[in-house]
């Protein structure tokens, strides 16, 4: 029949593995940690193990499956699917995943870096259904995305395009995970929201919630604490998350300059702080951009939630 697809999602602590029917319904799925201190070949023959597991469970076989999605984290080569040591798999040194699995299911095997893929899930199931252009950026503890153009992935020549988070913003701003200083990133990510609240509090700036939500202990404060105390009307926290908004939104005004897009759509921390932080995001990009392409950008949190992992491997061969 060959009706169904199967996405293997590769995280750094968890693996999950769906089959779904070609419309993009999951049909059935297998999660399991992802044990990557043990090396490629170990976490190969688990998603192997995990992907027959699915099959069964959706009471399909092998034959009954025309492709298989895998969305993991880059560096990777599309074409080859060759996985160059992603910092978050440990040994993936050049491992060539997709030859491997194709080697064992004979069938077609498409790899594409997490980022992307879910960009690609948000085009074709989320909020970027019905436009042509749609950019995608993660916000939790790094700030990545994909940019899907007239339909397509943008690659760049090397499959390094959509690093939007690494855009140097202040040039003498704080170290990102780069090596490189003041990349958006640095000054947005959640690890970088609560690294502000933090010297903000220790400079004891004024009295905040913040502290109080993270039990009096300034080296636990989270990206969450700010945001929930923002939610509380903390003015410190406000004005974190209005900081916050004026970078994003001015990341976000060079990439509609640059690419035009119909929509951009934000994930993480963005979703759960809602308006708080999208309406001072869309007031800097409508500052910030040429008048033609801020006007005809539309900005909003980005729609799959919690199966946006699941249906970015699957976007990826349906
Ligand atoms: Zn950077």
């Not at 193990?49 to 034959?63: G, N, P």
């Not at 699917?81 to 194709?102: D, M, T």
């Not at 690093?163 to 140097?168: A, F, R």
Request: proline letters at 5%.
């Amino acid at each position: 029949m060959e009706n169904f697809v199967v996405g293997i999602d590769i995280g750094g602590t968890k693996l999950a593995t769906v089959v779904a029917d070609v419309s993009g319904r999951i049909i059935s799925k297998v999660r399991e940690p992802t044990h990557a201190n043990k090396g490629p070949e170990y976490v190969l023959q688990l998603l192997v193990d995990m992907v027959y597991q699915t099959i069964k469970q959706a009471e399909l076989e092998l034959k009954d499956i025309s492709a298989i999605g895998v969305s993991c984290g880059g560096p990777l080569d599309t074409k080859t699917g060759i996985v160059y040591s992603p910092p978050n798999l440990p040994g993936w040194v050049a491992f060539p995943l997709k030859e491997k699995l194709e080697f064992e299911f004979r069938i077609p095997v498409k790899i594409e870096n997490d980022a992307n893929a879910c960009a690609l899930a948000e085009y074709r199931f989320g909020g970027g259904r019905g436009y042509k252009s749609v950019l995608y950026m993660t916000m939790s503890t790094g700030i990545g995305g994909g940019i899907v153009l007239n339909g397509q992935v943008y690659h760049g020549v090397n499959d390094s395009a959509g690093e939007v988070g690494h855009q140097i913003l202040l040039p003498d701003g704080p170290l990102c995970g780069c090596g490189k200083r003041g990349c958006l990133e640095s000054l947005c990510s959640g690890p970088a929201i609560a690294r502000r609240a933090k010297e903000a509090i220790q400079a004891a700036v004024s009295q905040s919630v913040i502290l109080n939500l993270a039990d009096g202990e300034v080296d636990a404060v989270k990206s969450e604490h700010v945001l929930l105390a923002a939610k509380k009307g903390d003015t410190l926290a406000l004005e974190l998350i209005d900081e916050t908004a004026y970078y994003m939104g001015w990341g976000i005004a060079n990439l509609v300059n640059i690419l035009n897009p119909d929509i951009v759509l934000l994930g993480t921390i963005a979703i759960a702080a809602g308006d708080l932080l999208l309406e001072p995001i869309r007031k800097t990009v409508s500052s910030f951009a040429m008048t033609r392409p801020a006007e005809a950008v539309t900005i909003m949190p980005a729609q799959l939630g919690e199966s946006l992992g699941d249906l970015a491997a699957v976007s990826l061969v349906v």
